[in-house]
């Protein structure tokens, strides 16, 4: 009897055994391969860390690695003729892609050509250009491209908060505008400095406009080429040495503050406000009056993911601040931070100017007149977005060149 029981229970256990090894040869452990890595692709104009319009690119490449997993940044900065002779954006764009780029991003306004002509090259890549009117179906250099968008922000805003803080400080009424080449972005943005300083100037100071002054010097190029460009050093100093005691930056790069630092130093009474990049007061915090400047990270991160989903359409983004907090790192577009030479009244007074900003005030509302006195926009007119994109000249009461030599 014993045997029996003894052999019946050798017996269960062999087919216990059996079964088990069945159910885990007909189910094996399942193992996730790793997510493939998404790389997205910027070239940059200038250096990567030009403390400017390039580094702004740059901070925005590395807020999109910080909010996403598993995405790359590759990048090629200076790309320019001068520190890149014989090479177009479009060629170096195709390196990008040797580094498995999914999107590619070209930052500057002189890229327009090349990165048109590399989105029709790669009908399958999407492409951002950072500035541009490519995707603008009212716009005048319309494409119609089904992988090719603009982002670009609304740093008319950023302007008027960079000329209103000039008017709110200069002693002198005597304001020079630092800008980089001569095209329908540069006027824009020079013209809405000085209209900021002409609505701050008249209605926080109660100045005369006819005594304010405001000067545009081009140097030829968004930074100093050698040979090619005018020195922004020598520009800066021409200007301070003529009786303007604030200088706005137009130019990727900050040789107005560090200039303003220098004849600060020297005894002169004098301020400057750089461009571009949120933390260009560091250069020379004794003279910086703050800085307008661009977030590219909340517009980048939603062109990354609407790629990484299959989502991406073309469109042409013109973003503005988010009024509700400008300087909001994960919202706002255009930025404005304080300088420490800013004083605690033309602070207040700032902050009550942006408060009308964002209550409407739209300083693009005529009676306004181009340079030549020709009529811009009549009384009461608010200019569209096309009219000011456009703009052909600088404005009535303004000094400096409107448009690029022959």
């Known amino acids: 009897m014993k045997s029996r029981r003894l052999l019946f229970l050798v ?4 087919i216990l055994s059996m079964s088990f090894a ?4 007909a189910a094996p452990v399942k193992t996730t391969e790793p997510a493939e890595e998404f790389v997205f692709g910027m070239l940059y104009v200038g250096p990567y860390n030009d403390k400017g319009y390039s580094q702004a690119h740059y901070d925005g490449g590395l807020y999109v690695e910080s909010k996403l997993d598993n995405v790359k940044m590759v990048y090629v900065d200076k790309v320019n003729t001068a520190d890149r002779p014989g090479t177009t954006p479009a060629q170096l764009a195709e390196e990008l892609l040797a580094q498995k780029a999914k999107l590619i991003i070209f930052n500057s ?3 327009k050509d090349s990165a048109v002509e590399f989105a029709k090259a790669h009908p399958e890549v999407p492409v951002i250009h950072s500035s ?12 119609g491209l089904s992988n090719l968008g603009n982002i670009f922000g609304r740093m008319e805003y950023g302007k008027m908060m960079a000329g209103c803080t000039a008017a709110l400080t200069s002693k002198t009424g005597k304001i020079g ?11 824009r943005l020079a013209s809405s400095a000085f209209l900021g300083a002409k609505y701050c100037w008249t209605e926080y100071r109660g100045e ?20 090619v460009t005018s020195d922004p050093t020598q520009v800066a100093n021409d200007f301070l040495d003529s009786g303007f005691d604030v200088v706005i930056s137009g130019i990727d790069t900050t040789e107005g503050l560090v200039q303003a630092h220098k004849k600060a130093a020297e005894g002169k009474e004098v301020w400057a406000v750089p461009y571009d990049y949120e933390g260009a007061c560091a250069e020379a915090e004794d003279v ?61 007074n700032l902050d009550k100017f942006i408060a009308e900003l964002a209550g409407g005030l739209n300083l693009w509302t005529g009676p306004i007149n181009l340079q030549n006195g020709a009529e811009f926009l009549k ?28």
């Not at 541009?132 to 494409?143: N, T």
């Not at 990354?304 to 009024?323: C, H, I, N, R, S």
């Open 22 to 25: 069945a159910c885990t040869t």
């Open 208 to 227: 005369d406009p006819a005594k304010l002054e405001f000067k545009v010097t081009w140097i030829g190029f968004w930074f100093n080429i050698p040979g």
């Open 379 to 406: 009384a009461g007119e608010v200019g569209t977005d096309l009219q000011v994109w456009y703009l052909p000249e600088l404005l009535e009461g303004m000094e400096g060149q409107s448009v690029p030599s022959n």
């Open 11 to 14: 017996s269960v256990l062999i």
């Open 288 to 348: 910086c009056l703050g800085v307008p400047y661009f977030n590219w990270g909340p517009a980048y991160l939603n062109a990354v993911k609407a790629v990484m989903d299959g989502k991406f359409t073309p469109t042409w983004e013109f973003l503005g601040p988010d009024w509700t907090n400008i300087n909001n790192k994960d919202t706002s577009m255009i930025g404005f931070q304080k300088g420490k030479a800013l004083s605690a009244e033309a602070s207040a």
């Open 132 to 143: 541009g009117d490519s995707a603008w179906k009212d716009g005048k250099a319309y494409e």
């Open 109 to 111: 306004d002189d890229m």
């Open 177 to 187: 505008y630092l800008g980089p080449l001569i095209n329908d972005e540069t006027r």
